[in-house]
């Protein structure tokens, strides 16, 4: 009897508690947003490149280095803007990231105002200064992840607000065609960027750290706590960390097997990513002769298959973990399954029909999406202490395929005047991730500094 009375009174484990309430899923909501308009600001350029090129008399080898000077800033500030997260929380740094960004969208328009090497300077300056003000957002982004949600909804969790890439040529890229269309490149930058500036003031309104958010309901905070949230990790500021310890933190992380196979895995990945935000619309454009206004809204299909590939690999790891499968197994199986499928570009090389060309990029995108776990994978590993950094490292190493995925691309376009090259070069990358989990990896694991203080 007294057995039976105990089992009847024991709590139940975090996962089999009940969830209550649903304000984490308005934060995400938010997240998502603010993602989408991230992706939007960065592909701006794509979309108006025909037009940018023809006024600034621009060939394949100077828009690579236009597309990746966002990348270059970008890589340059993540630890700096990891350290800022760590210090000051997501909220603050966030905002002031996205209202920068913003700004330095719309003023991008301005670029048109100057001719010749000034008018390219212009550009480059203000990309470079987008990329800088960008670099907190998808850290932070794990960060509050990691702070709302329990283990067995942070796959989901990340999937959706990582899905945002997708959405964004979704719902931005018909737009920004028929703007660049009808009014010309310049109005693209503006309108943008005033939906930016917007987003920024209701950020501030909507994100909140859930001991501070005033609807959270003590339920669905216990539920998200005892679930494994890290719910103090966005609260009030922390201790600044003096740079020698900040270093001896990142070189921590350098040496961790598997965070080395995590990172090198999402230069991989991301190495997709930057082709279909640079150069696929250009690749429509010159290699399947589409118009700019056909091109913006051909890119939506295989968009739309990203953003539900996304979705469906956040929910399966989840589903796995539910099931009793480990942790590892959760989040390795969608990244390789989605690597295999994204392998399939390669195909698009023998296919003379646009039909099938869409067709194949798609199943391609939708593997992309599948497989675009590493975030989950960030707010697993973090060290509670370091969350910031950590994710910013992780997202370094993701980016720098924004500097050298334009780069290859556009050298690959100049010497052989085709995309043939370029598609082996994305479809290698997507092996290389594969590699990447299943042999270097090993178990996905939360690490512990040695010398957290």
Not at 68 to 83: D, E, R, T
Not at 96 to 124: E, H, K, M
Not at 432 to 444: D, K, R, S, T, W
Request: proline content about 4%; charged content about 10%.
């Amino acid at each position: 009897m007294n057995t039976s009375s105990s089992q009847k009174t024991a709590p139940p484990p975090a996962a089999a508690i009940q969830p209550a309430g649903r304000v984490r899923w308005g934060i995400l909501a938010m997240l998502f947003a603010v993602t989408a308009l991230n992706y939007a600001d960065r592909a701006t350029l794509s979309i108006a490149q025909t037009q940018i090129s023809e006024t600034f008399h621009l060939d394949p080898k100077q828009m690579g280095f236009l597309f990746s000077a966002f990348a270059w800033s970008y890589v340059a500030a993540q630890l700096p803007c990891g350290w800022l997260l760590d210090r000051f929380g997501s909220r603050i740094v966030y905002f002031v990231s996205i209202f920068l960004w913003s700004l330095f969208t719309l003023l991008c328009g301005a670029a048109g105002f100057f001719t010749g090497g000034a008018a390219f300077a212009v550009f480059l300056a203000l990309r470079l200064l987008v990329g800088t003000a960008e670099a907190p957002a998808f850290p932070a982004n794990s960060r509050i992840a990691s702070a709302w949600f329990p283990k067995t909804e942070r796959g989901g969790a990340a999937a959706i607000f990582n899905s945002a890439q997708y959405f964004a040529t979704v719902a931005f890229a018909p737009l920004m065609a028929w703007l660049a269309e009808s009014f010309g490149w310049r109005s693209v930058f503006y309108v943008m960027g005033a939906l930016g500036i917007g987003a920024a003031f209701v950020w501030l309104r909507v994100i909140h750290a859930p001991r501070q958010h005033p609807s959270l309901s003590p339920a669905e905070l216990a539920y998200i706590e005892k679930g494994g949230a890290l719910v103090d990790s966005e609260g009030s500021a922390q201790p600044a960390r003096n740079g020698a310890n900040s270093g001896a933190i990142i070189a921590e992380l350098l040496r961790n097997r598997m965070l080395l196979g995590i990172y090198l895995g999402q230069y991989a990945i991301t190495t997709l990513t930057y082709f279909f935000i640079t150069w696929f619309p250009t690749y429509l454009i010159k290699e399947r002769n589409m118009t700019v206004l056909k091109a913006g809204f051909v890119a939506s299909l295989p968009a739309i298959a990203g953003f539900l590939g996304g979705i469906l690999g956040g929910f399966i790891s989840d589903h796995m973990l539910k099931s009793g499968h480990s942790l590892s197994a959760a989040r390795k199986t969608p990244i390789v399954i989605g690597m295999l499928l994204s392998m399939s570009m390669i195909a698009c090389n023998y296919a003379s029909s646009n039909t099938v060309v869409i067709a194949v990029m798609s199943l391609a995108f939708f593997g992309k999406g599948i497989g675009a776990l590493g975030w989950a994978v960030v707010s697993d590993t973090a060290p509670v202490q370091a969350g910031g950094l950590s994710g910013a490292l992780f997202n370094t190493f993701g980016n720098i395929a924004g500097i050298t995925t334009p780069i290859v691309i556009g050298y690959i376009l100049s010497a052989t005047g085709s995309f043939n090259g370029a598609l082996l070069f994305v479809g290698a990358n997507a092996l290389l991730a594969i590699f990447c989990y299943l042999f270097l990896v090993g178990e996905i694991r939360r690490v512990e500094l040695t010398d957290p203080a």
